[in-house]
């Protein structure tokens, strides 16, 4: 079946610090791929998605980029604010229906300033 | 624009208590809703998903259940609390009438059985 995986957390960066945080998939088609953020007391918000090989999806300055040879999708920032401290959830979707989501475990990161 | 509210925020309950959480969607017609269950250091779980009034798909089988009385109200329910129940449950909505409409998310419900 398909599943995620995470780099395991906590991370803990200080201000301006690059960030990367790993996910790699196993799946058995050509998935769509997400990354979602919580932050502390809230649910989950979609940060940004990619739907085939070699795109990339960004927003708030964070990017990913969907690596079929290497079935990846690493979240990255080239330099984190306090405000970006949340947990972050990569998460794949064969068939792009929502029901059908597989989310990893999640990764705490804790920006300091 | 859409809003999704779900209550309460934090619950504490004994065991063998019942459960009613609830969950409402603001803004749009006929959306698909979800309930996930996240547990300590884990990922999501989705417990069941609904894609109109009183149809209801439930992907783990557990002691939970869940209704939908009305088109943007879903609601989670337990007739007696396990411990194993405690969590964070989110609700969520999606249009899903486009592949890869996102996961809208509630803010959750911190629930602790006792």
């Known amino acids: 079946g398909d599943s995620v995986t995470q780099m395991e957390g906590p991370v803990t960066l200080s201000e301006e610090a690059f960030l990367t945080i790993n996910c790699t998939y196993t799946?058995?088609?050509?998935?769509?791929l997400f990354w979602y953020v919580q932050y502390p007391g809230e649910g989950l918000q979609l940060l940004l998605k990619a739907t085939k090989a070699d795109d990339k999806g960004s927003n708030k300055g964070f990017e990913a980029t969907y690596r079929k040879e290497t079935t990846s999708f690493h979240l990255e920032k080239g330099s984190v604010q306090v405000s970006d401290s949340a947990v972050y959830f990569c998460a794949l979707s064969e068939s792009g229906s929502a029901r059908q989501l597989t989310f990893g475990s999640g990764t705490q990161l804790t920006v300091l300033p | 624009s859409q809003t999704i509210h779900q209550w309460p925020a934090t619950l504490v309950q004994p065991v063998g208590s019942p459960l009613s959480l609830e969950c409402t969607v603001e803004?749009?017609?006929?959306?698909?809703l979800y309930w996930y269950r996240q547990a300590a250091g884990r990922g999501l779980q989705l417990l069941f998903y609904?894609?109109?009034?009183?149809?209801i798909s439930s992907e783990v089988p557990q002691n939970l259940s869940a209704s939908r009385p009305q088109d943007r109200q879903f609601i989670l329910s337990s007739k007696k609390l396990l411990l194993s129940d405690s969590g964070f449950y989110l609700c969520a909505w999606t249009g899903d009438r486009l592949r890869n409409s996102p996961l809208h998310f509630g803010n959750g419900t911190r629930l602790t059985v006792t």
């Open positions: 803004g749009t017609s006929n959306p698909n």
């Open positions: 609904s894609v109109g009034i009183g149809q």
């Open positions: 799946a058995t088609g050509y998935p769509s």
